[in-house]
């Protein structure tokens, strides 16, 4: 069985950038959450999408990031424009319900110079 | 606020032993428990799951407890071999709450 796709797995780009990370949930799922994972802070919640619809995104750092669902097998993470502060490995996970164990992507690793 | 503590940020330990970790929690009432497995470069693993009115939950060589008195979980990995090196993470959810929250995971070495 495929698991949650990630792409690209690395990225690197320059200060200012626009920066888009996109994930492919497990299908059949219907949540799907965008993590940041850095050494200082651990695992933090960006975003909750039930049914392709935002829920909460409250842990969105600042108006610089967006995330999107357009239909049930993909989503969007998006900073524009991007900063250094932004380094870290940004994780895709997706379940079958809202509190049951995620399954996650095996992430993006963003270096922002 | 809420705060979860895995003990260590590190674990050492010889090959058959148990490895023992914990993790404890403060200004929450969860409903769940979960530990993950997290490979470098690799997104965290499902484990286990346990219910706020388990005591004990156990899978092949692994063993959670949580005491909701104590605000505590312990994983245990029995025999434990270097396969299992990895770092793990506790994660908690309240009821009917979407939101897991980690902490920020231990990493466990286990020596040949």
């Known amino acids: 069985d495929a698991g949650v796709i990630q792409s690209p797995r690395h990225e690197v780009t320059e200060m200012g950038q626009e920066v888009t990370l996109r994930c492919k949930p497990i299908?059949?799922?219907?949540?799907l959450f965008w993590y940041r994972q850095t050494m200082m802070r651990g695992l933090e919640l960006l975003i909750y999408f039930n049914n392709n619809v935002p829920i909460d995104d409250s842990g969105m750092p600042e108006d610089r990031f967006s995330a999107k669902m357009p239909n049930a097998s993909f989503s969007t993470l998006k900073i524009q424009p991007s900063e250094p502060r932004d380094s870290a490995v940004y994780f895709c996970a997706s379940g079958d319900s809202s509190n049951q164990p995620q399954h996650f992507g095996d992430g993006t690793r963003l270096s922002i110079l | 606020s809420q705060k979860i503590e895995q003990n260590s940020e590190a674990l050492n330990i010889q090959e058959g032993k148990t490895a023992t970790l914990t993790c404890n929690y403060t200004n929450y009432s969860p409903a769940y428990l979960q530990w993950y497995r997290q490979d470098p470069g690799r997104g965290p693993v499902f484990l286990l799951l346990?219910?706020?009115?388990?005591k004990e939950k156990r899978k092949e060589r692994l063993k959670v407890t949580f005491d909701t008195t104590l605000k505590q979980s312990l994983f245990h990995i029995t025999a434990s071999q270097p396969a299992d090196s990895a770092t793990y993470l506790c994660?908690?959810?309240?009821?009917?709450?979407?939101?897991?929250?980690f902490g920020k995971g231990t990493k466990l070495s286990v020596i040949p």
């Open positions: 346990i219910r706020e009115n388990e």
């Open positions: 299908s059949g799922h219907n949540s």
């Open positions: 994660a908690l959810t309240g009821a009917g709450s979407y939101q897991l929250t």
